[in-house]
């Protein structure tokens, strides 16, 4: 009866996808005394780097490797990709956080992206911006002080950005008079804006709080446009961009910018890693993206919170694959091939 007992739960752990023993142990046995490097599409201090730093301290692979992170920015995140895809070892020894427009870039035929998004093994994000949403925001003492203002005005709204596509968009799908000035860096942007030389700026509501958590409080700016499907609970007076876009054109247009948002700081691995490797590093991200320690360490460095798991975020990937061909020429038209940030 035990030998019978014994074999049934071996059964039932294959049925169930569970790791056997024996897989678990040889996990371990390779992990132990390794690093895993995981390798971030960003330079140092940007916000795919603090997700990155705070995961490895509470990410727990079997074996206990040392888990270390390399930087390497370049060509809004494509160099990284490329990377993970097609050179790193696929020994389950990289992981990868890939900027979110990816998945735009190899669509729209960047010639520079070497990589297929739907190949990728997605292993969730740690926020997205459905409750801290990327956001318009306005000089409060504007003239100009609806979307309807703004549409009907005879001099356009001067924009502030750095290279995101939301303020590129703000004319094709939302109908708004506007005129974007590039800068190229952000810090550039919120002097121009303090100094009225822009009239407003696009930025994610969580990095508004984080690096000018006075400008709501002192009134420096107010929230026009939250570019999210349904209004944030932290935001409820404020439209959302999907009750602004009328036409199925311009909402064709407005879904493909905003799912990369929705997959906002995305964990991957590349294909074809061993199979018993690979569900040992999702498991411990489904552990970690709900973990409470590091729930409270994200939230302490003033970055948002809201996971997505992994067959989530691929979910998110195969509607961008499912995009109308229109929809994509018309991004490529406003946007081009390069994606956002």
């Known amino acids: 009866m035990k030998k019978l007992a014994f074999a049934c739960a071996s059964?039932?752990?294959?049925?169930?996808?569970?790791?056997?023993?024996?897989?678990a142990a040889d996990v371990a046995d390779f992990y132990r005394g390794k690093t895993i490097k995981m390798v971030v599409g960003s330079g140092v201090g940007a916000g795919y780097?603090?997700?990155?730093?705070?995961?490895?301290r509470h990410l727990?692979?079997?074996?206990?490797?040392?888990?270390?992170?390399?930087?390497?920015?370049?060509?809004?995140?494509i160099i990284a990709a490329n990377y993970i895809y097609g050179i790193a070892p696929k020994d389950g020894t990289i992981i990868g956080m890939v900027n979110?427009?990816?998945?735009?870039?190899?669509?729209?035929?960047?010639?520079?992206?070497?990589?297929?998004?739907?190949?990728?093994?997605?292993?969730?994000t740690p926020a997205t911006y459905d409750e801290e949403p990327y956001v318009l925001v306005v000089r409060a003492d504007h003239a100009l002080k609806t979307v309807k203002d703004i549409r009907k005005a005879k001099e356009?709204?001067?924009?502030?950005?750095?290279?995101?596509?939301?303020?590129?968009?703000?004319?094709?799908?939302?109908?708004?008079?506007?005129?974007?000035?590039?800068?190229?860096?952000?810090?550039?942007?919120?002097?121009?804006?303090?100094?009225?030389?822009?009239?407003?700026m696009g930025i994610a509501l969580a990095n508004l709080k984080k690096r000018h958590p006075d400008w709501l409080k002192r009134?420096?700016?107010?929230?026009?446009?939250?570019?999210?499907?349904?209004?944030?609970s932290e935001l409820p007076d404020v439209v959302a961009s999907s009750e602004l876009a009328t036409k199925a054109d311009q909402r064709a247009l407005l879904n493909f910018v905003e799912?990369?948002?929705?997959?906002?700081?995305?964990?991957v691995l590349a294909p074809g890693q061993p199979k018993d490797r690979v569900a040992a590093i999702k498991g411990a991200f489904d552990k970690v993206l709900v973990n409470p320690a590091y729930r409270q360490e994200i939230l302490k460095q003033g970055l948002?919170?809201?996971?997505?798991?992994?067959?989530?975020?691929?979910?998110?990937?195969?509607?961008?694959?499912a995009a109308p061909k229109d929809s994509i020429k018309a991004y490529k038209k406003v946007v081009g091939t390069r994606g956002g940030k």
């Open 219 to 232: 009134k420096v700016v107010r929230p026009l446009v939250q570019f999210v499907k349904k209004r944030s």
């Open 60 to 77: 727990d692979i079997p074996g206990k490797p040392t888990l270390i992170v390399q930087n390497m920015p370049g060509a809004r995140g």
């Open 259 to 267: 799912l990369p948002l929705a997959m906002a700081y995305p964990f």
């Open 100 to 124: 979110r427009y990816t998945v735009v870039q190899a669509m729209t035929g960047n010639k520079r992206a070497k990589y297929d998004p739907r190949k990728f093994i997605w292993l969730g």
């Open 304 to 321: 948002a919170y809201s996971p997505k798991s992994g067959d989530q975020v691929k979910a998110l990937v195969e509607e961008l694959y």
């Open 156 to 200: 356009p709204l001067i924009v502030g950005n750095t290279g995101s596509d939301l303020p590129l968009i703000l004319s094709p799908a939302l109908g708004m008079n506007v005129k974007i000035i590039q800068y190229k860096a952000k810090g550039m942007v919120d002097i121009a804006l303090e100094r009225g030389e822009v009239d407003a």
């Open 49 to 56: 780097d603090h997700f990155a730093r705070a995961t490895i």
């Open 11 to 23: 059964c039932l752990a294959v049925a169930f996808g569970l790791p056997q023993p024996s897989h």
